[in-house]
């Protein structure tokens, strides 16, 4: 590799993208990027690394593919974790299962959309939220809704082993499982065939339907179990709890180098993409800028990261 092409990687974008963020934290903030501050960075970038992990395979499976979704996704998944829970340590597991199973019956409803009846994916996720919001405010009533276990509280916020909490460990294992399930089986591989050339994956024989309904029900189990994460975080949750994730995960995708057009890239960048994203957060939050101020800054960062390498690869059929 020469040192113009290691320079214009995603992947070492981002990493020097991080370690600028994190000076100029420190220069704005001193204290920025002492240990425990960026322990509690890096527990919020998980949150947002593990509804990512969704976004990326929907994203990695082309044909425009964007769950706009896993917001509400998330938002249900919390609320049904909490209610189950309801404080109880017994009732995490349940409260998982549950979550995570009905965001990715959802996100298989997305696929079928998407893949039988042909509906654009940006229109039948966009259609998806309406309807999981608007269930949201029936079932709650506009009230928070539901109590994190105090086990599960701990997990996500405590020192668990070396100083991190638990949560750390669960995106570690969910990066390990989802580079190894793309880069070393035959799943994997069929992902980035149907993303890159979807006619010839379909002319190779790979059930091309299948899989991309596949995509959008991990989607949506990642939301869920982001849901639980985030109820985790907080202790409680509201209707509107996830809104924040549906940009902030196409970025932090995009900042890793996943082509938009679908068929290239990977999680690891999602994951550098994840808390580059979160120190840019962070650092804006240092600055005192107005979260309508964020919101622009986000969609610029997004506009100018598929300028320069976001839509790589647009030609593919």
Do not use: H, K
Not at 85 to 92: D, F, H, K, V
Not at 263 to 292: H, K
């Amino acid at each position: 590799m020469t040192l113009r092409s290691g320079l214009t990687n995603p992947l070492t974008l981002a990493a020097i993208a991080i370690l600028a963020l994190l000076a100029v934290g420190e220069t704005l903030s001193p204290g920025f990027a002492r240990g425990d501050q960026i322990v509690r960075l890096l527990t919020v970038a998980a949150i947002l690394g593990i509804v990512a992990a969704g976004q990326n395979l929907v994203i990695l499976g082309g044909r425009e593919g964007i769950d706009l979704s896993v917001g509400p996704m998330i938002s249900l998944g919390a609320v049904i974790a909490g209610n189950i829970m309801a404080g109880a340590n017994a009732a995490i597991l349940p409260a998982i299962l549950a979550a995570t199973a009905v965001t990715f019956l959802i996100g298989i409803v997305n696929g079928l959309g998407v893949t039988l009846v042909r509906i654009p994916p940006l229109v039948m996720t966009l259609g998806m939220t309406a309807i999981v919001q608007g269930g949201l405010v029936v079932y709650s009533q506009g009230i928070p809704s539901g109590n994190a276990a105090p086990a599960l509280m701990a997990f996500i916020n405590r020192p668990l082993v070396l100083g991190l909490p638990g949560i750390l460990f669960v995106w570690a294992i969910i990066a390990v499982g989802l580079t190894f399930l793309l880069r070393r089986t035959a799943f994997g591989y069929a992902v980035y065939a149907i993303g890159a050339n979807e006619r010839a994956a379909m002319l190779v024989g790979l059930p091309v339907n299948r899989i991309r309904c596949l995509l959008y029900g991990l989607s949506g189990f990642f939301a869920g179990l982001t849901g639980v994460c985030v109820i985790g975080y907080t202790g409680n949750s509201f209707i509107s709890v996830g809104d924040q994730y549906v940009l902030s995960s196409i970025i932090a995708v995009v900042i890793g180098g996943t082509s938009l057009a679908g068929g290239a890239g990977g999680y690891i960048g999602t994951v550098l993409g994840a808390v580059a994203l979160v120190l840019l957060q962070s650092v804006l939050t240092t600055l005192q800028l107005e979260n309508y101020g964020r919101q622009i800054i986000f969609g610029m960062t997004l506009l100018v990261l598929m300028l320069l390498y976001g839509r790589q690869g647009r030609l593919r059929v």
